[in-house]
C-alpha cells in the first residue's frame, strides 16, 4: 500500500525537490503552493505518480482547514506532513524594517504551520501514525544581524517542534525539526524581494547546500524503522561555519 506525504509550498526549492523524492519511492503526493500554474507543471512532470495539488495561500486559515477536509479518499490517510512552505523577508536591522513584512513571516511561518499541522494532527491521532516534519533553520538558534523576525519565527518552529513531541508520547506519531544553513533556492529572490542579482551574491564562491539535498535528509528521516525520532538535524554546507562575537569600541 503506497503512503502518503502532504508538502506545503512544494512549488519551488526544498518542496519541489521532495515531491520529486517521494515520488521516486513510489508514494503518493499532495502539493500545494500559491502558483497554481507551477503546481500543473509539476503534476505533469511526475506522471504517472499519483499526485493532488492544492493552490492555496497557508496565512488563511479556513483554506488550510479545507484543504486537509476536502482531500480525495484516496490521498486523505496522510503518512507524512512537511511543514515546508515559509520565507524571509530583508535583511534590514529591525530598526527599519517594515512591519507588513515582519507579519508576513510570521503569518505565513508560524501561523500557517500551526493550521496546517492542527488539521492534520487529528488525523494522525485518530490512526495512530504519522510523521510531522517541520522546516526550521539555523537561524533558529544562531543569531545574526538581520536575521530579527525570521529568525524568531524559526525559534518558534524549533520550540513548537519539541513540544509537540512532549504533547504526543504514548502515540506513534513522530516529529522532526530540521534546520539547514545556507542552501541555493528561490529564498534569496524572495528574500530581496525579486533582485537576482543580490541573491546570487549569496551563495558566490561558495558550494551550498541545494534542495536535492534536503530532500533526501528529510526522505530518509521518515524511512527510518518507526521506533526511531530524529527530534532536530542542523544541516550546514561545509562551506559554513561560525564568526566570533560581534564587538563595538567606541575608539
Ligand atoms: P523557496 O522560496 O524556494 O520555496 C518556498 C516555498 O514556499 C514555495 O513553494 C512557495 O510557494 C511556498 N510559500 C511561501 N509562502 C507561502 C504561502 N503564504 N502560502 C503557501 N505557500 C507559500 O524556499 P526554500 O525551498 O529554500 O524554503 C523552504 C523552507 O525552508 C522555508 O520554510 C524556509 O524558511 C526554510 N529554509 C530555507 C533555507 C534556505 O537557505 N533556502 C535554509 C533554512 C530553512 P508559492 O510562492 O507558490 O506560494
Ligand atoms: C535560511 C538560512 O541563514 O539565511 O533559513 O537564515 S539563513
Request: hydrophobic share 55%; proline share 11%; aromatic share 0%.
Given at each position: 500500500m503506497p503512503k502518503t506525504v502532504f508538502i506545503t509550498g512544494?512549488?519551488?526549492g526544498f518542496g519541489k525537490a521532495m515531491a520529486e523524492r517521494y515520488a521516486k519511492e513510489g508514494w503518493k503526493i499532495i502539493v500545494t503552493g500559491r502558483r497554481e500554474e507551477r503546481l500543473e507543471e509539476l503534476k505533469m512532470e511526475l506522471a504517472p505518480a499519483p499526485v493532488h495539488t492544492i493552490c492555496f495561500d497557508v496565512r488563511d486559515k479556513q483554506s488550510c482547514q479545507d484543504a486537509v477536509a476536502n482531500l480525495p479518499e484516496e490521498f486523505s490517510a496522510i503518512d507524512v506532513l512537511v511543514n515546508n512552505a515559509g520565507l524571509a523577508l530583508g535583511v534590514e536591522p529591525a530598526q527599519a524594517c517594515d512591519l507588513d513584512e515582519w507579519e508576513c513571516m510570521v503569518d505565513t511561518n508560524i501561523k500557517g504551520l500551526l493550521y496546517i499541522t492542527k488539521a492534520v494532527l487529528t488525523g494522525m491521532v485518530e490512526r495512530n501514525a504519522g510523521h510531522i516534519v517541520n522546516l526550521g533553520s539555523v537561524a533558529g538558534t544562531y543569531p545574526y544581524p538581520g536575521g530579527n523576525a525570521y529568525g524568531g519565527t524559526k525559534a518558534f518552529v524549533k520550540q513548537f517542534s519539541l513540544n509537540l513531541l512532549a504533547d504526543l508520547l504514548g502515540t506513534k506519531i513522530r516529529v522532526s525539526n530540521i534546520e539547514p544553513g545556507l542552501c541555493e533556492s528561490e529564498f534569496s529572490v524572495v528574500r530581496f524581494r525579486g533582485d537576482k542579482d543580490k541573491a546570487d551574491s549569496v551563495y558566490a564562491g561558495t558550494e551550498p547546500i541545494l534542495p536535492a539535498d534536503i530532500a533526501e535528509i528529510i526522505y530518509w528521516t521518515t524511512t527510518l524503522?518507526?521506533?526511531?525520532?530524529?527530534n532536530s538535524m542542523e544541516v550546514m554546507p561545509v562551506d559554513q561555519a561560525f564568526s566570533p562575537f560581534a564587538i563595538n569600541r567606541s575608539e
Open positions: 512544494a512549488t519551488a524503522p518507526a521506533h526511531i525520532n530524529i
